[in-house]
């Protein structure tokens, strides 16, 4: 069975621009969550899709965003990109939600703002 | 605060089993403990999870503290492949912010 896939896998982007980053579950795997990865802050939730819909959500600024679509694949956008917008992105998927499930992560998008 | 406390760093040789503590006193009786370990340049891999009782699977065990306020994961037989940065998280199990909130993890180096 395939893992969980991240497009790209290195992107570079100027201050002010946007950006959509895009995941794809283990096939079956129905919750899709994202976390941003960053030397300083370390491992943190963004927010959680299942069924299309968003059921849970980090600390972050309304410049975060996602989407999940009816395959379950989910995108992120990040709009007004920020120098401190660079790290890695990562993608987790589960069957279903809920913390009583282990998680699969991709291995992940590095973004990097100039 | 949902985080766990780990030492920041261990070390083990080669072989040997390991023994990774984690502090979660803040637990609630519906949080789930979970372990993942994330080898340089990749992502958070699973290694196991439990509720109240121990768990084994293929990668390790997890000894649970009867009162839940800590844990330990068990590496039964240490290899090189081994070493990676092990978080335990405590996994916030109230409906609508049930997340993994990852700590700073123990970076565990296995010697030759």
């Known amino acids: 069975k395939a893992g969980v896939t991240q497009t790209p896998r290195y992107l570079i982007k100027t201050r002010g621009q946007q950006v959509t980053l895009s995941c794809s579950p283990i096939s079956g795997h129905r919750s899709v969550s994202w976390y941003q990865q960053t030397p300083g802050q370390g491992l943190q939730f963004l927010f959680e899709?299942?069924?299309?819909?968003?059921?849970n959500k980090g600390n972050f600024p309304g410049r975060f965003s996602g989407r999940q679509f009816s395959n379950s694949r989910s995108e992120m956008n990040v709009s007004t990109l920020e120098l401190g917008d660079s790290a890695l992105y990562l993608c987790?998927?589960?069957?279903?939600?809920?913390?009583?499930?282990?998680?699969?992560f991709g291995p992940g998008t590095r973004l990097t703002v100039t | 605060d949902a985080k766990t406390t780990q030492p920041n760093s261990m070390e083990s040789n080669e072989e040997e089993p390991v023994h990774l503590p984690c502090n979660h006193s803040?637990?609630?009786?519906?949080?789930?403990i979970h372990w993942y370990r994330q080898l340089p340049s990749q992502g958070p891999e699973y290694v196991i999870h439990?509720?109240?009782s121990n768990v084994n699977n293929r990668m390790a065990s997890l000894a649970i503290a009867e009162d839940r306020k800590s844990s330990t994961l068990i590496l039964h037989r240490a290899t090189l492949r081994d070493a990676a940065v092990y978080y335990c998280?405590?996994?916030?199990?109230?409906?609508?912010?049930?997340?993994?909130?990852f700590g700073t993890g123990t970076r565990l180096t296995i010697i030759p």
């Open positions: 439990g509720l109240t």
């Open positions: 987790a998927s589960s069957l279903v939600p809920g913390t009583g499930y282990e998680q699969y």
């Open positions: 803040t637990i609630s009786g519906t949080d789930y």
């Open positions: 998280i405590r996994a916030l199990a109230n409906f609508g912010n049930e997340k993994l909130t």
């Open positions: 899709y299942f069924s299309e819909t968003q059921r």
